[in-house]
């Protein structure tokens, strides 16, 4: 069985700074690509950034130039630097990665339970 848990979210005023991590534990051969999405009150689930194994990121227009995604492989850890925050990135923050098992026969998507950003203005 694959855990992933997220830590770091909090409240922040407007413009303030926040640095997530998700790391995933268990046993399996290998994690593929890992990221980051957010779900508003009242709003569907919206993708913020995601990372390849191989350190190709890919960041949602709303937050590029905001935030950073990194990872630390032998850590199983996924990380979301978040500058500059604003009102409207209030939201649960879900970390997810993709986990090939030892047969090696396909990937599983797991997902974390959430951590809350709140944003003062």
């Known amino acids: 069985q694959v855990q992933l848990v997220e830590s770091g979210g909090g409240l922040v005023q407007a413009g303030g700074s926040l640095r997530l991590s998700c790391t995933a534990s268990g046993s399996f051969f290998r994690i593929n690509a890992m990221g980051w999405y957010r779900q508003a009150p009242g709003k569907q689930r919206e993708l913020v950034a995601t990372l390849t194994r191989g350190g190709n990121p890919n960041y949602a227009d709303s937050v590029s130039g905001r935030v950073t995604i990194s990872r630390d492989n032998a850590k199983n850890t996924v990380y979301l630097q978040m500058n500059s925050l604003r009102p409207e990135d209030t939201a649960v923050y879900s970390c997810?990665?993709?986990?090939?098992?030892?047969?090696?026969?396909?990937?599983?998507?797991?997902w974390g339970q959430g951590t809350q950003v709140t944003v003062s203005s």
């Open positions: 997810n990665a993709g986990v090939v098992g030892w047969a090696k026969l396909n990937e599983i998507v797991y």
